[in-house]
């Protein structure tokens, strides 16, 4: 899925720059990881934790025994995950200004009814 970006140092580089999150907004940590890899992964810090400050939001990252490549991928998820949340942020303030004109016009609908009906009423007497 990322092997395309994980190679050439001058990219990772050029990779930062494009990428639209601020060095400043994420909070950049490296921690032992374990599973799979044997006593390499267990004793060196090559797990990849960022944390978007405004945001809040946390990736955890140990997908490569390289804590470079690591570094790459817990990029793109945060970038991922920051899109999707400002998407669903988007959808819901949608979905709130619909449900509010839903609601004005069932009120809409339900005035007219009463009307007709108080129009049948008189025009029976």
């Not at 990219?11 to 006593?39: C, H, L, M, R």
């Not at 990252?61 to 949340?85: T, V, W």
Request: glycine fraction near 6%; include cysteine.
């Amino acid at each position: 899925m990322f092997s395309n970006l994980l190679h050439g140092g001058s990219w990772y580089t050029n990779y930062y720059a494009q990428s639209q999150i601020p060095t400043k907004d994420i909070e950049e940590s490296f921690v032992k990881g374990s599973g799979p890899g044997g006593q390499k992964v267990n004793k060196s810090s090559n797990c990849v934790i960022l944390k978007h400050k405004p945001t809040g939001i946390v990736i955890k990252c140990h997908q490569s025994r390289s804590q470079y490549h690591n570094r790459i991928i817990a990029r793109q998820l945060l970038k991922d995950k920051i899109e999707a949340s400002q998407n669903c942020s988007n959808n819901s303030q949608e979905k709130k200004f619909l449900k509010q004109k839903r609601k004005k016009m069932t009120s809409k609908i339900r005035s007219k009814r009463k009307l007709e009906i108080l129009k049948d009423n008189k025009a029976i007497d």
